[in-house]
């Protein structure tokens, strides 16, 4: 099972890895901005430090639950399930409360916040 659920977790830090890149180094392209609900350039261009910062936190939680992946699987297994189940735990929680914001961030919570979430469970049983 723990196989299983590091698969979920990688991908889960891959995805948050990618939602880094779209937030905090191509906001500037509408293409990105168009994908958050940014209406225009200049919305872009004022939430773009928000966007940064926010990028930099999923970055954070998808390193953390990739090293988490790395500490468990060459012995750590304590330290390593720990972290795994704290950032997988920050992920999910973060989707849950993006459904708060509106009806329209139920679909992006759902992609944010599934494969966290089977992680979170899969390693939790691990």
Known sequence: MAAIASVFVALAA????YI???ESVWWSRPAIWKRFGVADQAQADATK???Y???FYNLFLGIGAALGLVLFWSGAIAPGKALVLFT????????LV???TGRGYWK???VQGTLPLVGFVLFAFA
């Open 88 to 95: 997988t735990a920050c992920m999910t929680l973060a989707a």
């Open 20 to 22: 880094f890149l779209m």
């Open 49 to 51: 430090p928000m966007a």
């Open 98 to 100: 993006l459904t708060t």
């Open 14 to 17: 891959l995805l948050h890895g």
């Open 108 to 110: 992006p919570a759902l």
């Open 53 to 55: 910062n926010q990028g």
